[in-house]
């Protein structure tokens, strides 16, 4: 495990950073975000501070193509652990859904999230064999729904029933906003230009915690939405080996030039972020 910043404020945006170590056990008090290691693909576990007299709530968003998503998430939750309450599709594309299918069979889920869209892969079938099989509740949601747990709100800023009915999958993606302990994540999926756009337009999309859409495709990450965003940490999921350039050259200096620090997945494995008191601290897994 290595310590990868100095602790940040969120309410004064300080924006030093230097790798260090720590030899302390993961702080568990507070928001916990990890953004797994699964390769090329997509996967977010948000662990959520309890309630008075109940546990944190646990959200898993995405599971990567694969199995590599069981190791990872072996990782971060206690070997007794096999409860997620609940896991969250952003959109039905295979290295975002195909390690949901194993996820789905090894844990209990509280209930199971999309936008309603079909997938295309065959690996499709396979996952909504599953939910029937485990009796998992599906729930489908979209633009303007909302969930709140305690003094944790997670809002859907898209897709809109434009968004939803696009040929192009990536459009329909379910972007989250997670508001909690003083602090904004924006869990953005695949989403490209377009949609950074409108939401730039009519959303206060300001966060805290960025995860960049499209594992750092060049045609997402644009200059507008980065302005509006103003994030302080700005995470990319993607695999060191992958055949589309992932991430991109012309992302990656967008993201620079907005003042974000990045950290990707690539190079540091699974990352996680411990938020408390308008405190946070950024460690590696590997």
Do not use: C
Not at 26 to 55: E, I, T
Not at 97 to 121: E, M
Not at 155 to 183: A, C, Q, R
């Amino acid at each position: 495990m290595r310590y990868l910043s100095l602790t940040f404020s969120l309410l004064i945006g300080f924006n030093l950073f230097v790798w260090g170590s720590v030899f302390s056990a993961f702080p568990d008090r507070g928001l916990n975000l990890y953004f797994l290691d699964v390769g090329q693909g997509d996967a977010a576990l948000a662990r959520l501070p309890g309630l008075s007299g109940r546990g944190r709530a646990d959200i898993l968003i995405d599971g990567g193509p694969g199995r590599q998503v069981l190791e990872s998430l072996g990782e971060v939750l206690p070997e007794t652990d096999r409860y997620i309450d609940l896991v969250m599709l952003s959109h039905p594309q295979l290295d975002h859904f195909g390690g949901l299918i194993d996820v789905l069979k090894r844990y209990q889920v509280g209930a199971f999230i999309y936008n309603g869209r079909d997938g295309t892969a065959s690996a499709w079938n396979d996952l909504k064999t599953v939910l029937v099989e485990r009796n998992i509740k599906t729930i489908i949601l979209k633009e303007g729904d909302s969930i709140t747990y305690g003094g944790n709100r997670l809002d859907i800023l898209s897709p809109s029933p434009n968004f939803l009915k696009s040929d192009e999958l990536n459009d329909t993606t379910l972007v989250v906003k997670l508001s909690s302990e003083s602090s904004r994540a924006l869990f953005t999926g695949d989403i490209g230009f377009n949609v950074e756009e409108y939401l730039a337009r009519k959303y206060d999309v300001d966060a805290d915690v960025l995860k960049v859409g499209h594992h750092g495709s060049k045609f997402s990450s644009g200059s507008l939405f980065l302005k509006e965003a103003t994030p302080l940490a700005s995470l990319i999921s993607s695999g060191a080996k992958n055949t589309y350039g992932h991430p991109a050259p012309a992302a990656m200096g967008r993201l620079s030039s907005s003042g974000s620090e990045i950290y990707r997945t690539d190079q540091e494995g699974t990352i996680h972020i411990n938020i408390r008191a308008g405190q946070a601290r950024i460690y590696s897994l590997k």
